[in-house]
């Protein structure tokens, strides 16, 4: 029960079933009271008429009300016990004329007593034992005398048809329920189809047919879920793309360093080496375990990132402190390099990670150092416009080829003409991602041979 209660299509139907039964009842109720409405008031008005005849005859009845109304003594009055009576009452209670059909000894209608200025309607037993509908009411004769005139009429055949009709009732309304029920489980079951066929599809997914997506049939409500589905496929598939390309590129990056130590060991062990040829070889192996250490740390940085905002510690920071943080640490390479930096404008703060925003501008102008001429520049100015902070970077470098510049923050990317230059093609990519993760962007305009600009903005909240 639970279980027919806890899928959509037993709610549904559960529902549906107890509305409709609602429905069915009501509608059941209120059109046998309708009925019952027309038939008693169809038997009133004809009593009330009868009651009117009768009314008329006495006052013209010349020799007496005694005698027994032998106008409208006919039809259903003239049969004994036939279910339609009248019979003219004193205010005694002493009967003065009857119908025939009451003239059976010991048999009348009860009397309905006092005098009945309005038209009274009863249900009463009658002298069958049948039930009754009963119009009473008084009239003065032209003598002055009161009298009530009582006519009655059988129930037993209205009674018979709102029996009748109960029964088709009670037939009917409940095969209608059941049809209907069936009709809405198979609307149901059938609109459900298409979320079924959806859930069996979603379960087949897996990270190897990543690429395949949910119809999107439509018109159906299920379109947007299935349009969203497979707008969450595509974001899954390109990440799990991105992750395997990382994966693939990263194991290439440390094979190179890895196959330099090997193959310097394999060559100093083939033989007896001297003292300088074995200083030589671990000075080669050194740098190339320098080179190792600082891909593994890029990776780790770029694998704790992932553009993750709730990893930052976020506090406010003041890009001029930063920026004269970055430049202190960078001096003696810039020196080392004749490379002046030149720093401008005045504090702005902004709401962020210091350690990572640090580590962004860190490896920004590390490039502009790496990839500048002997005494070239790097200019860092700060500037603030509406809700944001600017830190342009401009440095006298070897520049950057338009066709390359969309690709210089893809992981492992590095420009063809500096791949001489020592490098890991992940400086950028971890900048991005943090400035991505403080809701920032970063542009970039190069001229080869001239410099290049880097537009880090920051929102200043
Ligand atoms: P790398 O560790 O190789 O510097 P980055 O991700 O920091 O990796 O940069 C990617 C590539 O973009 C670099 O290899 C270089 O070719 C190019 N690049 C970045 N900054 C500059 C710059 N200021 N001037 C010229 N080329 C640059």
Aim: aromatic share 6%; proline share 4%; glycine share 8%.
């Amino acid at each position: 029960m639970n279980l027919l209660f806890s899928s959509i299509k037993g709610r549904l139907l559960a529902l549906f079933l107890s509305a409709f039964f609602v429905v069915l009842t009501g509608l059941g109720f209120f059109l046998y009271n309708k009925l019952e409405g027309i038939v008693i008031g169809s038997i009133d008005n004809h009593l009330h008429s009868e009651v009117q005849l009768i009314a008329g005859l006495l006052e013209t009845e010349e020799e007496g009300p005694e005698l027994e109304l032998s106008e409208a003594a006919i039809g259903d009055y003239a049969t004994p016990l036939s279910g339609h009576y009248y019979q003219v009452v004193l205010p005694d209670g002493r009967v003065l004329a009857r119908s025939p059909s009451l003239s059976i000894p010991g048999k009348r209608l009860p009397h309905v007593r006092g005098i009945l200025l309005e038209p009274v309607y009863t249900t009463a037993t009658g002298p069958r034992g049948e039930p009754l509908r009963l119009l009473a009411q008084s009239f003065r004769l032209p003598d002055g005398e009161v009298v009530t005139i009582e006519a009655a009429e059988s129930l037993e055949e209205a009674y018979e048809l709102l029996r009748l009709f109960r029964n088709t009732l009670l037939v009917v309304f409940p095969a209608v329920f059941i049809i209907s029920g069936l009709g809405v489980l198979f609307i149901i079951v059938w609109s459900l189809r298409p979320l079924e066929r959806f859930s069996k599809k979603i379960g087949t997914i897996t990270e190897r047919n990543l690429n395949e997506r949910i119809e999107e049939t439509r018109g159906s409500e299920l379109s947007s879920l299935a349009k969203s589905f497979n707008t969450m496929l595509s974001r899954l598939e390109e990440s799990f793309e991105r992750q395997k390309r990382f994966f693939t590129d990263a194991s290439h990056e440390l094979r190179t360093p890895t196959a330099v130590i090997k193959s310097v060991c394999d060559v100093t062990l083939s033989r007896k080496r001297t003292a300088e040829e074995y200083e030589e070889a671990l000075e080669k192996i050194k740098q190339a375990t320098e080179r190792l250490s600082g891909l593994i740390g890029r990776l780790l940085e770029v694998s704790r990132l992932e553009g993750k905002l709730s990893s930052l510690k976020l506090e406010e920071v003041d890009l001029k402190d930063l920026t004269e943080d970055v430049v202190r640490l960078l001096d003696p390479a810039a020196a080392s390099s004749n490379i002046a930096i030149g720093l401008k404008g005045d504090g702005v703060k902004v709401h962020g990670d210091r350690e990572r925003l640090t580590e962004a501008i860190k490896n920004i102008v590390d490039n502009a150092i790496k990839y500048n001429r002997p005494g070239g520049r790097v200019d860092i100015e700060l500037e603030k416009k509406d809700g944001w902070a600017m830190i342009i970077l401009r440095d006298t470098g070897m520049g950057i080829p338009q066709d390359k510049l969309c690709r210089i923050f893809e992981r492992f990317y590095r420009v063809e003409e500096s791949r001489k230059i020592g490098g890991t093609g992940l400086g950028l990519s971890i900048a991005k991602s943090i400035i991505d993760a403080h809701r920032g962007r970063i542009e970039v305009e190069s001229e080869p041979g001239v410099g290049t600009t880097f537009r880090v903005v920051l929102p200043k909240r």
